[in-house]
């Protein structure tokens, strides 16, 4: 769902991987409420309000899974639903068009303990992951205010893999 239609503009690549990827989440949990998409940038581009990206059609904000509707606060550490936005991120990562995913350290540290329980191999997540490292390393990178949701960029279309993109969908085709 659009959460605002005059700001969901998006490359070819962004819309086609989260078409794909939401069609994905639905097939999943056919009984959820559909992910909300909200900013991505205005049609052909250029700054929108409340944003220093968003500017040509790469990035895109999606609000945490949350359990309940109810539970939405400033505060989703405790309210986050980890399998189901640890699927959203494996899936944004498995396509090997994101350049990085921004969210909060907190929520790393959670979609992290979720996927080792779950069997995820911890050298594939420290690939995807900065938690708990301070340097930049991964796709997935805190920064400030993303507690409530993930801040994703798509590459673009033209340009090559990024590193740490490349890497990781080597080692998940495993060469």
Not at 2 to 27: C, D, E, F, H
Not at 145 to 174: I, M, S, W
Request: some cysteine.
């Amino acid at each position: 769902v659009l959460a605002n239609p005059k700001r969901a503009w998006g490359t070819r690549l962004a819309v086609y991987q989260l078409s794909r990827i939401m069609a994905m989440y639905r097939q999943r949990y056919p009984d959820d409420m559909p992910v909300i998409l909200r900013d991505m940038s205005k049609k052909g581009g250029g700054i929108i309000s409340g944003h220093n990206s968003h500017i040509d059609g790469r990035d895109v904000d999606i609000p945490l899974i949350l359990d309940k509707v109810e539970e939405i606060t400033s505060d989703t550490v405790r309210t986050m639903n980890a399998e189901k936005t640890w699927f959203l991120v494996k899936a944004l990562v498995n396509t090997c068009d994101t350049e990085f995913i921004f969210v909060d350290r907190r929520i790393q540290k959670q979609l992290i303990d979720h996927a080792v329980v779950n069997g995820y191999p911890p050298k594939m997540l420290d690939m995807i992951f900065q938690y708990p490292s301070e340097r930049l390393k991964g796709m997935v990178l805190h920064w400030p205010n993303h507690v409530d949701h993930l801040h994703v960029r798509f590459r673009q279309e033209r340009a090559p893999r990024p590193k740490p993109t490349e890497e990781y969908c080597k080692a998940l085709r495993g060469k």
